[in-house]
């Protein structure tokens, strides 16, 4: 690709080269999407500047974005980011790609709260915080609350301040390292709200992910353990270990995790709801532990 040619040009021979190369399913769309993140354009440009010449200095990184999407790395990867409840969050492979399912757990915790709680200024804390995505739609949506957000990995906990900076809440937000609830410590009593997209996947069924998955987002926040529901049963019992604490819990589930989950959440909660994605899967668990007012 050396001899100048137009964005025009480009789209085809990028959209071809993924349809030769294993990554046929959406070669136009994501064809598309390479070259108007490379060039800065919105659809609408792009479309009225197909006769442009595409910038030779750009060339060579479009072939290696190809190269990287025809393996099967997923385009946020690539093109560093993905949308999440409105905003836009950096994304590495340090981190969980956000999924459209989860912007229900914020739906949730925001209106579960909005029901129950008299106060304003909750405490919350958000357990595997990954990109930070849950963390930093609740601060920015909530702005009187206190959110802690805790990960086992510095390096989703890099990526999560990151994008808390990029929206001017991470001194909104405290920062911990650590496993589940742990670094909470004795302060799990002083929290009003737990939330929480855990590993959930069964470390078997890890393996047999589609492969964009599997081969390149963090096996540390897929992976469940044995039947995938370790994380949830390990901060029940931290909770059953305490007598005040988080009033609300709300977690992400897999779609077939809702009665265990619910089950196991109803060793320390007198209510529990199970709720439902767009694909009328179970996705959310929500548990209220005590009469609250
Ligand atoms: N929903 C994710 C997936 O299907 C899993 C997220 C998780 O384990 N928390 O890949």
């Known amino acids: 690709m050396h001899r100048e040619y137009t964005l025009r040009e480009a ?112 405490r919350v804390v958000d357990v595997g915080t990954g990109s930070g995505a849950i963390a930093v739609t609740l601060a920015l949506e909530k702005p009187q609350w206190h959110l802690t957000a805790i990960d086992l990995s510095a390096s989703a906990l890099e990526v999560a301040q990151m994008n808390a900076a990029r929206y001017g809440v991470r001194e909104q937000i405290c920062w911990l390292q650590g496993d589940l609830l742990a670094p909470v410590g004795a302060g799990l009593s002083d929290i009003d709200i737990l939330v929480s997209n855990p590993p959930y996947i069964p470390s078997q069924t890890v393996y047999e992910l589609e492969r964009q998955v599997r081969d390149f987002e963090p096996h540390l926040a897929l992976d469940g353990g044995d039947d995938g529901l370790s994380p949830y049963r390990r901060m029940v019992s931290a909770l059953a270990s305490v007598k005040a604490g988080p009033k609300l819990i709300c977690f992400e589930i897999g779609a077939d995790q809702g009665r265990a989950v619910a089950e196991l959440l109803g060793n320390v909660c007198q209510e529990v709801t199970v709720k439902q994605d767009l694909a009328g899967l179970d996705r959310i668990v929500v548990g209220w532990r005590s009469a609250v007012g």
């Open 11 to 122: 789209y085809r021979r990028a959209s071809s080269f993924l349809q030769d190369n294993g990554a046929e399913e959406n070669a136009n769309f994501e064809a598309e999407l390479l070259i108007r993140r490379l060039v800065g354009l919105d659809r609408t440009q792009f479309f009225m500047h197909l006769s442009d010449p595409f910038p030779a200095d750009l060339a060579t990184k479009l072939e290696e974005w190809l190269r990287r999407r025809a393996a099967g790395e997923p385009l946020q990867y690539i093109v560093g980011d993905q949308e999440f409840y409105g905003r836009v969050f950096h994304v590495s492979p340090a981190v969980l790609i956000p999924r459209p399912e989860t912007e229900l757990l914020i739906e949730a915790v925001i209106d579960e709260a909005g029901r129950r709680f008299a106060e304003d200024a909750l």
